[in-house]
T-cell receptor, first 112, second 112 residues
Framework: QKEVEQNSGPLSVPEGAIASLNCTYSDRGSQSFFWYRQYSGKSPELIMSIYSNGDKEDGRFTAQLNKASQYVSLLIRDSQPSDSATYLC????????????FGKGTTLSVSS | ETGVTQTPRHLVMGMTNKKSLKCEQH?????MYWYKQSAKKPLELMFV???????ENNSVPSRFSPECPNSSHLFLHLHTLQPEDSALYLCASSQGPTETQYFGPGTRLLVL
């Protein structure tokens, strides 16, 4: 069973702090990794994608990928109350033609 | 994400009713998906269509019947549903089965 694991949280951080969200996956051959944000009652929206080992930065967001350890993380710098949401990790399995597998998501709460 | 639209946004139906959910994407993508999202559970992939051919069916009960008449439209036909089928049903599209997926706003379904 191919799996994507996330700590469900809630993860609570004060405004201005760095929030660190982690995700592990079971399929060593996975090639594509995505972070989505989902506000309550809304649909998921893409934050970042990452395909290579290392860091990828986009504004306040940094995705980190370590294929050897099979984890991908998302750092949110200068966290804002508007960042409070559920963050979904999604992984493409190595089997050709297989769609993304999503984790259960981590709920982040940023207090002002 | 206005690139993927879903109708209706809310639906209440009895267990003996027949209804259909509609999804339309304006992004020029060639893969479309149906997901189910229940409370406290991860996104569950239901169906994948690539170039209008169904390429994945994750053991979904036959009371859910998908239809993809062309690459821009996707339907989910519902009949004799159960109360446990109440959930948020999300449509997504992507350029290919392993590429970034963009979600519609979802249909909130309540089965009485």
């Amino acid at each position: 069973q191919k799996e994507v694991e996330q700590n469900s949280g809630p993860l609570s951080v004060p405004e201005g702090a760095i929030a660190s969200l982690n995700c592990t996956y079971s399929d060593r051959g996975s090639q594509s990794f995505f972070w989505y944000r989902q506000y309550s009652g809304k649909s998921p929206e893409l934050i970042m994608s990452i395909y290579s080992n290392g860091d990828k930065e986009d504004g306040r967001f940094t995705a980190q990928l370590n294929k050897a350890s099979q984890y991908v993380s998302l750092l949110i710098r200068d966290s804002q109350p508007s960042d409070s949401a559920t963050y979904l990790c999604a992984v493409n399995l190595s089997q050709a033609g297989t769609a993304l597998i999503f984790g259960k998501g981590t709920t982040l709460s940023v207090s002002s | 994400e206005t690139g993927v639209t879903q109708t209706p946004r809310h639906l209440v139906m009895g267990m003996t009713n027949k209804k259909s959910l509609k999804c339309e994407q304006h992004l020029g993508h060639n893969a479309m998906y149906w997901y189910k999202q229940s409370a406290k559970k991860p996104l569950e992939l239901m169906f994948v269509y690539s170039l209008e051919e169904r390429v994945e069916n994750n053991s979904v009960p036959s009371r859910f019947s998908p239809e993809c008449p062309n690459s821009s439209h996707l339907f989910l036909h519902l009949h004799t549903l159960q109360p446990e089928d109440s959930a948020l049903y999300l449509c997504a599209s992507s350029q290919g089965p392993t590429e970034t997926q963009y979600f519609g706003p979802g249909t909130r379904l309540l089965v009485l």
